[in-house]
């Protein structure tokens, strides 16, 4: 089994390859990641490994931007130092998790349970997963944009939050629509905004879609677990939401 570790502090990167050799010394770790960014590389220029070892507060941001940019199907044992609400959604979603200082037995026990669900892996269920995860947890430690500049004629114009009604992609390109219905690009990818939007006054929906709290108008229950959203200024076409996300979403409305 190939594993790589995902871990800023040199010391805890060693311990816990001493660590996982002592637990089963078949786990071959392939690679040391420190940031982001190298991991960004390594995931370019690499097969997936079996597993990967995450820690969640890396030097240059938190460690879901990997996963948030780059579809990696591997199983992630991620290492946290977060709150109790944050690790009862690693549990929710099945995805497993470590609370540093990490002792010995719960890294044997987390090892043997992914060795134990390997035959019924799907590493498409497991995106969707990750996905599911990082759409459920708060934006910790991160700036949000309050407006945008967008080019208009010979200008650009700035845009507050508050006038935005929702962001959609079309043709490889992302228009930013305000409650006025003007609709104006922007130079951002979809994945870009999330990071960057408060998530607590914009969700996204889908693929194609990123909607402020104001801009839902109604919600409809439609087959197979998906809801139907009206959105103001209406789209051009229907706004569905998963039934995996569908409960994120409802929480998100609840507040």
């Known amino acids: 089994m190939k594993a790589i570790l995902i871990e800023d502090e040199y010391p805890a990167a060693e311990r816990l390859e001493k660590l996982i050799k002592k637990i089963d010394e078949e786990i071959e770790i392939v690679a040391v990641l420190d940031s982001i960014e190298s991991s960004k590389r390594w995931f370019s220029t690499h097969p997936a490994p079996d597993l990967i070892f995450s820690d969640i507060q890396l030097s240059d941001g938190l460690s879901f931007a990997i996963f948030e940019s780059m579809a990696i199907p591997s199983p992630i044992i991620f290492t946290t130092s977060y709150d109790e609400y944050a690790i009862k959604a690693f549990k929710v979603k099945s995805i497993d998790y470590l609370l540093k200082p990490i002792k010995p037995q719960e890294l044997e026990a987390a090892i043997t349970k992914f060795k134990e669900s390997q035959r019924g892996f799907s590493a498409n269920d497991y995106t969707l997963k990750i996905q599911s995860l990082l759409d459920s947890m708060p934006a910790v430690g991160r700036k949000h944009k309050t407006r945008f500049l967008v080019p208009y004629n010979d200008q650009l114009l700035p845009i507050p939050q508050e006038e935005i009604a929702y962001f959609y992609t079309t043709n490889e390109m992302v228009c930013l629509v305000r409650s006025d219905n003007r609709q104006f690009l922007v130079d951002y990818t979809l994945e870009e905004l999330e990071r960057?939007?408060?998530?607590?006054?914009?969700?996204?929906?889908?693929?194609?879609?990123?909607?402020?709290?104001?801009?839902?108008?109604?919600?409809?229950?439609?087959?197979?677990?998906?809801?139907?959203?009206?959105?103001?200024?209406?789209?051009?076409?229907?706004?569905?939401?998963?039934?995996?996300?569908?409960?994120?979403?409802k929480a998100w409305m609840e507040g």
């Open 196 to 249: 960057l939007l408060n998530p607590t006054l914009f969700f996204r929906l889908n693929r194609q879609y990123i909607a402020s709290l104001a801009a839902v108008q109604k919600i409809h229950t439609y087959f197979n677990g998906k809801l139907k959203l009206e959105l103001q200024p209406e789209p051009s076409h229907d706004i569905l939401v998963s039934r995996e996300k569908a409960p994120h979403f």
